[in-house]
């Protein structure tokens, strides 16, 4: 059994290499360290202050007046014409030719496009005035951008859950062929997850930060404010999905820590039970074998 003191030793030499592990790292990765610290206390300030600004009641008034003012419903028609006339084009096509026919379906198809194509111009420039009216730092501008973090993030950890399952079934069907041990393959199968989860989160962070441009274009700020804007989300982005993936990682190694443990406990405690088993089976005269004769 182990002492108190033995794994309190333990921890606290665990913890000081954690620590001596991440200064060795911001010392040489001090851009990475900056832009995680910044991206901290821009979470940490949005978590207190909350989600933007509120908007007045004028901004509110015009916001709704320039919202109201598209047109839901001729988009709605213009999308319907074009995919009915997709549908024709693509009925009257064959595999390598395109005869008249096909062709009038063809010049309709396009047609129907183009009339799509600047109805949705139309409705993202009123958009776009309505969100200048309202503000990047708004209410409106976080929610939007909060909205596309999370829609990838949880894309993400779809994507590292959906591969960690295939993984679990072509992994468990490899460990049967080769005869392995149900510690190895769930220790493979640790290792796997964290990387799925890893590719998942991270390729869903720069999915993020590079539509986050398009985002911040479409509140006409000035230059200033939308650089300012992109590296303060990208930043905050950066830092939610490290610090996330960080905890993910401490948590395996603690429970990977705890069962080596555990199974040390227990050898330990199965070796002294066989110890004893043996003192107790072993035959009085045994002891006395070795004794001289005449004694």
């Not at 708004?138 to 909205?147: A, I």
Request: glycine content about 8%; overall charge positive; aromatic content about 12%.
């Amino acid at each position: 059994m182990n002492h108190p003191s033995t794994t309190l030793t333990t921890t606290a030499n665990l913890g000081t290499l954690a620590i001596s592990t991440l200064k060795s790292f911001s010392r040489r990765h001090k851009v990475l360290t900056a832009s995680y610290l910044y991206g901290l206390a821009a979470l940490i300030a949005l978590l207190l202050l909350g989600s933007g600004t509120k908007l007045s009641l004028d901004q509110r008034r015009h916001y709704d007046r320039i919202m109201s003012s598209i047109d839901l419903q001729a988009e709605y028609t213009a999308a319907s014409r074009y995919h009915s006339a997709y549908a024709n084009y693509y009925a009257s096509k064959g595999w390598f030719s395109c005869d008249a026919h096909c062709h009038h379906y063809k010049s309709l198809m396009k047609r129907r496009k183009m009339e799509w194509d600047e109805i949705k111009a139309e409705g993202n420039a009123r958009m776009s005035d309505a969100k200048s009216v309202a503000g990047l730092f708004s209410e409106v501008g976080v929610s939007e951008v909060q909205d596309s973090f999370w829609e990838y993030f949880n894309s993400g950890k779809r994507f590292a859950k959906r591969q960690s399952m295939w993984d679990a079934m072509f992994m468990g069907m490899r460990s049967m062929g080769r005869d392995e041990s149900m510690v190895e393959y769930m220790f493979k199968m640790l290792l796997q997850v964290l990387i799925n989860f890893s590719m998942g989160l991270i390729m869903a962070l720069v999915i993020f930060v590079f539509g986050l441009w398009g985002i911040i274009q479409s509140y006409q700020p000035n230059p200033l404010t939308g650089v300012i804007f992109f590296v303060t989300a990208a930043c905050a982005g950066f830092a939610f999905v490290s610090t996330y993936l960080m905890m993910l990682y401490g948590a395996a190694a603690g429970g990977v820590y705890g069962l080596v443990k555990m199974a040390e406990s227990n050898a330990r405690i199965e070796g002294g039970r066989g110890y004893d088993r043996q003192r107790i089976q072993r035959p009085a005269w045994e002891g006395n074998r070795n004794r001289p004769h005449y004694q």
